[in-house]
């Protein structure tokens, strides 16, 4: 298939897979919210919040150190992933026990200690399962990864609203996670078999060559992390449990939103590393096919996002939120959930060049030369937390993370450029804009109408407007339904 249709392929697969899983966990959000209330779903949000920074290090940068050696012309694969998954296991398993530890002794957890040890252990398995879908990115067969997620997922859902059926505490509906990433693991090592048969492999003299070009990726990684995470430990610190928790829905909605970029440029980033080696003559016109894509999708997102909040929290987490506040209004308006999500939504968007900047200097090797900007990034992230969540709480968060973002994309496109020259054109930009602001006025004059009708109806509008303004064309699409 053509380079196109091959990211195109897998992309849509693995958005199919993310819709079902991100609609799970929109009814997971829906029935936690409503069964925990504020402070309950609060706790919750902190105990995923803090075992996420230990997923990172457990990681240690190996599932992009996994797909871009495995991408390379003539790459022992075998070899590659045995050592991979070995270390991953040993690191795996050190590092989700101290977390464990380190949660016993912060007294702010003390209702939560257990929880986080349960969740710890459930994102062990899930660490695990990255090393397989590292191989079926490599292989350009996300498919099965997302059959996997999407099984994994819907145990997790069905345990959950039995648990709660039950009526069972906080502790016992997160053992579900647990099992539900054990299933999702297991799946995936057997449909992994038919490409490369694991076997632990322990070459002390590899290790070392792993772990030299994985710590840049695992430094930058924890620093990206802590940037895009601490608002919640913080707000945990320095607010309590129902700031948390007002925050948490939102939130999650932007989790959702920011896996598409994440989705496309894993597919895209194991061509790109194999044309950059090559010194392939297609690299430029990737590069900007991956840029027009990420625009296309980001605008929509934002004006809808926007335009829609309060229905979005009210079906998300219930009408409690939308009036739920512990600050006072800023500028006139409420500050609640709706008003932190039409801020973080910005933040998402901008995130979307973000991650092309980032994964093309990572296909480049550059890796090491992102921690002094991402250093910088959680400098400024922490210190202004610091100033604004004492006053602004949530707000006060959820600002900072934009005011980040847009230092996170500028300083990575600078550098980006300093080791490639790789040329944008803004042109379908600005048609995507024009066609966000046909998508704007047709939500204002239709927002009598549901929102399920809403959404596909928008997307029509939207894509209309892009067909109007020829940001996309018949040759896009033929490029997508042709092989070459």
């Known amino acids: 298939m053509s380079y196109t249709r091959r990211v195109a392929y897998n992309t849509i697969v693995q958005v199919m897979g993310k819709i079902i899983t991100t609609i799970i966990s929109l009814f997971l959000v829906a029935a936690l919210t409503r069964y925990l209330g504020v402070t309950g779903y609060g706790q919750y949000t902190t105990i995923f919040?803090?075992?996420?920074f230990f997923g990172v290090l457990a990681d240690f940068g190996f599932f992009w150190f996994l797909v871009r050696e495995i991408s390379k012309p003539n790459a022992e694969q075998e070899k590659i992933v045995g050592n991979v998954?070995?270390?991953?296991?040993?690191m795996a398993a050190l590092v989700f026990g101290l977390s464990f530890l380190i949660g016993i002794f912060i007294p702010q957890y003390r209702a939560i200690r257990l929880g986080i040890g349960i969740i710890a252990a459930a994102t062990f398995w899930q660490t695990l399962n990255g090393t397989y879908v590292g191989i079926f990115q490599n292989?350009?067969?996300m498919d099965k990864a997302a059959l996997t997620d999407v099984i994994g997922r819907g145990f997790i859902l069905a345990s959950v609203l039995f648990l709660i059926h039950r009526g069972t505490n906080l502790n016992q509906i997160l053992?579900?996670?647990?099992?539900?990433?054990?299933?999702?693991?297991?799946?995936s090592a057997l449909l992994g078999r038919s490409y490369i048969r694991f076997r632990p492999a322990f070459d002390l003299q590899y290790w070392r060559e792993i772990f030299s070009q994985t710590l840049p990726i695992f430094l930058?990684?924890?620093?990206?992390?802590?940037?895009?995470?601490?608002?919640?430990?913080?707000?945990?610190?320095?607010?309590?449990?129902?700031?948390?928790?007002?925050?948490?829905p939102p939130y999650k909605v932007?989790?959702?939103?920011?896996?598409?970029?994440?989705?496309?440029?894993?597919?895209?980033?194991?061509?790109?590393?194999?044309?950059?080696?090559?010194?392939?003559?297609?690299?430029?016109?990737a590069f900007q096919k991956s840029f027009d894509f990420l625009v296309i999708a980001a605008v929509p997102i934002v004006v809808?996002?926007?335009?829609?909040?309060?229905?979005?929290?009210?079906?998300?987490?219930?009408?409690?939120?939308?009036?739920?506040?512990?600050?006072?209004p800023v500028l006139g308006i409420p500050a609640t959930s709706v008003l932190a999500l039409q801020i973080l939504v910005i933040a998402v968007a901008i995130s979307y060049l973000s991650f092309l900047f980032n994964y093309t200097l990572i296909a480049l090797g550059k890796q090491a030369k992102l921690i002094i900007p991402n250093l910088i990034f959680v400098f400024f992230n922490v210190s202004l937390n610091l100033v604004l969540i004492p006053r602004f709480s949530y707000i006060g968060a959820a600002t900072v993370t934009v005011l980040t973002e847009i230092i996170v994309a500028s300083l990575y496109w600078w550098l980006m450029t300093r080791f490639i020259d790789l040329k944008i054109h803004f042109r379908t930009l600005l048609k995507a804009v024009l066609a966000g602001i046909i998508l704007a006025l047709a939500l204002n004059y239709l927002k009598f109408l549901s929102l399920w009708v809403l959404i596909p109806l928008g997307a029509l509008v939207y894509f209309a407007g892009?067909?109007?303004?020829?940001?996309?064309s018949k040759e896009m699409v033929r490029q997508l339904m042709t092989k070459s």
């Open 49 to 52: 919040a803090f075992s996420q």
């Open 85 to 90: 998954l070995t270390l991953r296991t040993i």
């Open 139 to 141: 292989r350009l067969r």
């Open 175 to 187: 053992w579900a996670y647990f099992a539900g990433n054990l299933i999702n693991f297991f799946l």
């Open 220 to 248: 930058v990684s924890i620093l990206s992390l802590i940037s895009f995470k601490i608002d919640t430990v913080m707000l945990s610190l320095l607010k309590g449990p129902t700031d948390v928790g007002i925050y948490g």
């Open 254 to 285: 932007i989790e959702i939103l920011i896996l598409l970029p994440s989705i496309f440029m894993g597919n895209v980033f194991p061509i790109l590393t194999a044309y950059i080696y090559a010194k392939d003559a297609r690299l430029p016109s």
């Open 304 to 328: 809808g996002v926007i335009l829609t909040a309060p229905r979005i929290i009210s079906i998300v987490a219930g009408k409690e939120f939308l009036t739920a506040a512990t600050i006072p």
């Open 466 to 472: 892009l067909w109007l303004t020829r940001g996309i």
